[in-house]
C-alpha cells in the first residue's frame, strides 16, 4: 500500500510540474510576443511614419510601408496619410463693385513625403487644418476683390486659374503641400444682388420685345409705302394708257370680267337663266 501511495503521489509531482513548465513557457511566449508588438510595428500601404525620440526629438528619416524597430517608451511613431485627399474650404468676400459674394473651393492635396518631420514639427499631425483655410481664404479674399460681380461669372475659368496658380505656389512654398487640383465649385451672391440681377434680366426681356414690336411696325409701314407706291404706279399706268388709246382697254377688262362672271354662274346649279323678252310660260307674246 506504502509503494502504490507513493507511485501516485510520485505521478502528481511529475504532473505538477509539466504544468508549471508548460505555463511558464506560455508566459514567456506571452511576453515575447507583447514585447515584439511593442518593437515592430507595420506601416500600411498609402502611409508613412515620422518618429519622435526623446533625446533626438523628430527624426529626419521618413519610414515608408512595411515592418520598422521602434524603441518602447523612449520613441512614438505618428502615422501620417500620403495619398490624395480632398478639403473643402468657404468664404464670404467683397467683389470690386462692393456685392458681397459666397464661394465654395474644392482642394485636392497630399504633403511632400521627404518634408513629413519637418511638417510634424511646424504645425503637427492636423497640418490641413492649419494651413489650407488660411491660404485659401486669403486668396479667395485678394482674387475676388479684383473682380466685379459680373466679371465673377463670365470669367470663371480665368478666376479659377489665377486662384490654383496662387494657391498651389503658396502651399508648396510656406507649407510643403502639393496641390494636385483647385476647383471652384460653387459660387453664390445675396439676395438683393440675386433679385436686382433677375429685375435687370426682366427688362432687357421686355426690351427686345419692345424692339421686335418696333421693327415689326417698320415693316408694315414700308410695306404698306410700297403696296401704295405700286398701286399709284398702277393707277398711272392705266390713266396714261386711257389717255393714249381711250376706253378699249377698259371695255377689254370688262368683257374678260364678263367671260369670268359667266363661267362661274354656269358651274352653279342653283341659277336659272330667263329670257329677256317673252312669257317663259306661256310663250306668248309681249305686249
Given at each position: 500500500?506504502?509503494?502504490?501511495?507513493m507511485?501516485?503521489?510520485c505521478g502528481?509531482?511529475?504532473d505538477?510540474?509539466?504544468?508549471?513548465r508548460?505555463?511558464?513557457?506560455?508566459?514567456?511566449l506571452?511576453?515575447a510576443a507583447?514585447l515584439?508588438?511593442?518593437?515592430?510595428y507595420v506601416v500600411?500601404p498609402?502611409t508613412?511614419?515620422v518618429?519622435?525620440?526623446?533625446?533626438?526629438g523628430?527624426?529626419?528619416?521618413?519610414?515608408?510601408?512595411?515592418?520598422?524597430?521602434?524603441?518602447?517608451?523612449?520613441?512614438?511613431?505618428?502615422?501620417?496619410?500620403?495619398r490624395?485627399?480632398?478639403r473643402t474650404?468657404t468664404?464670404?468676400?467683397?467683389t470690386k463693385?462692393?456685392?458681397i459674394?459666397?464661394?465654395?473651393?474644392?482642394v485636392?492635396?497630399?504633403?511632400?513625403?521627404?518634408?513629413l518631420?519637418r511638417?510634424?514639427?511646424?504645425?503637427g499631425?492636423?497640418y490641413e487644418?492649419?494651413c489650407?483655410?488660411?491660404i485659401g481664404n486669403?486668396i479667395?479674399?485678394?482674387?475676388?476683390?479684383q473682380?466685379?460681380?459680373?466679371?465673377?461669372i463670365t470669367k470663371?475659368?480665368?478666376?479659377?486659374?489665377?486662384?490654383?496658380?496662387?494657391?498651389?505656389?503658396r502651399?508648396?512654398?510656406e507649407?510643403?503641400?502639393i496641390?494636385?487640383?483647385?476647383?471652384l465649385?460653387?459660387?453664390s451672391?445675396?439676395?438683393?444682388f440675386?433679385k436686382a440681377?433677375?429685375?435687370?434680366?426682366?427688362?432687357?426681356?421686355?426690351s427686345?420685345?419692345?424692339?421686335?414690336?418696333?421693327?415689326?411696325?417698320?415693316q408694315e409701314r414700308?410695306?404698306?409705302i410700297?403696296?401704295?407706291?405700286g398701286?399709284a404706279?398702277a393707277?398711272?399706268m392705266?390713266s396714261?394708257a386711257?389717255?393714249?388709246?381711250?376706253?378699249?382697254?377698259?371695255?377689254?377688262?370688262?368683257?374678260?370680267?364678263?367671260k369670268?362672271i359667266a363661267?362661274?354662274?354656269?358651274?352653279?346649279?342653283n341659277?336659272?337663266?330667263?329670257?329677256?323678252k317673252?312669257?317663259?310660260?306661256?310663250?306668248?307674246p309681249?305686249r
Amino acid at each position: 500500500i506504502n509503494a502504490e501511495y507513493m507511485g501516485r503521489k510520485c505521478g502528481q509531482f511529475v504532473d505538477k510540474l509539466a504544468m508549471n513548465r508548460l505555463g511558464a513557457a506560455m508566459i514567456g511566449l506571452g511576453a515575447a510576443a507583447s514585447l515584439l508588438n511593442q518593437v515592430v510595428y507595420v506601416v500600411e500601404p498609402g502611409t508613412t511614419v515620422v518618429k519622435f525620440d526623446r533625446f533626438r526629438g523628430v527624426l529626419p528619416q521618413v519610414y515608408a510601408e512595411g515592418c520598422h524597430l521602434i524603441m518602447p517608451f523612449f520613441q512614438k511613431r505618428f502615422v501620417y496619410e500620403i495619398r490624395i485627399r480632398p478639403r473643402t474650404i468657404t468664404t464670404q468676400s467683397g467683389t470690386k463693385d462692393l456685392q458681397i459674394v459666397n464661394m465654395r473651393l474644392r482642394v485636392l492635396f497630399h504633403p511632400v513625403v521627404g518634408n513629413l518631420p519637418r511638417i510634424h514639427q511646424a504645425l503637427g499631425p492636423h497640418y490641413e487644418e492649419v494651413c489650407l483655410p488660411s491660404i485659401g481664404n486669403e486668396i479667395l479674399k485678394s482674387v475676388v476683390a479684383q473682380y466685379n460681380a459680373e466679371e465673377l461669372i463670365t470669367k470663371r475659368e480665368t478666376v479659377s486659374k489665377q486662384i490654383r496658380n496662387q494657391m498651389s505656389q503658396r502651399a508648396l512654398k510656406e507649407f510643403n503641400l502639393i496641390l494636385d487640383d483647385v476647383a471652384l465649385m460653387d459660387i453664390s451672391f445675396s439676395e438683393e444682388f440675386t433679385k436686382a440681377v433677375e429685375m435687370k434680366q426682366v427688362a432687357q426681356q421686355d426690351s427686345e420685345r419692345y424692339k421686335f414690336v418696333v421693327m415689326k411696325n417698320e415693316q408694315e409701314r414700308n410695306a404698306a409705302i410700297i403696296r401704295s407706291e405700286g398701286e399709284a404706279n398702277a393707277a398711272k399706268m392705266i390713266s396714261d394708257a386711257l389717255a393714249k388709246h381711250g376706253t378699249g382697254m377698259l371695255e377689254l377688262r370688262r368683257i374678260e370680267a364678263a367671260k369670268d362672271i359667266a363661267a362661274v354662274l354656269a358651274e352653279s346649279p342653283n341659277v336659272s337663266y330667263l329670257p329677256s323678252k317673252g312669257h317663259m310660260l306661256l310663250g306668248l307674246p309681249a305686249r
